[in-house]
């Protein structure tokens, strides 16, 4: 595995986390899951629901590619992009709100991510 196909791992061991994320939320707020047998099977046998199970597990074998070639110390901070994407979705597709303190924070990621970049 090249350097490039290593990184490109990364990024899509972060994007399927991000999805995996907002589609799990954004079936359990439409099914509302309840307490009967029947609302729970229906909940975790949701086709959205199995593939944001399944983009999860995708994750994990992107990961394990990407371990092939790179330090974990320096790659492994990058998965927290996953915060930053997470947080934008969130507001985007179900009117969370950011607060000012939320925002700083996710700078900071940012930040301390282009210092890892950097020193790299």
Request: proline share 3%.
């Amino acid at each position: 595995m090249s350097l490039w196909a290593a990184w490109l791992a990364v990024g899509l061991t972060i994007a399927l986390n991000v999805y995996s994320q907002v589609v799990v939320k954004k079936r359990v707020l439409h099914l509302r899951p309840g307490g009967t047998i029947y609302r729970f099977a229906r909940l975790y046998l949701d086709p959205w629901i199995l593939s944001g199970f399944a983009a999860g597990i995708l994750g994990a074998f992107c990961w394990i590619a990407a371990m092939t070639k790179l330090p974990l110390s320096i790659a492994y901070p990058f998965t927290s992009l996953g915060y930053v994407f997470v947080s934008i979705f969130s507001a985007l597709l179900f009117g969370e709100s950011i607060s000012r303190k939320q925002l700083a924070g996710l700078a900071l990621v940012i930040a301390g991510l282009s210092l890892v970049a950097l020193s790299h």
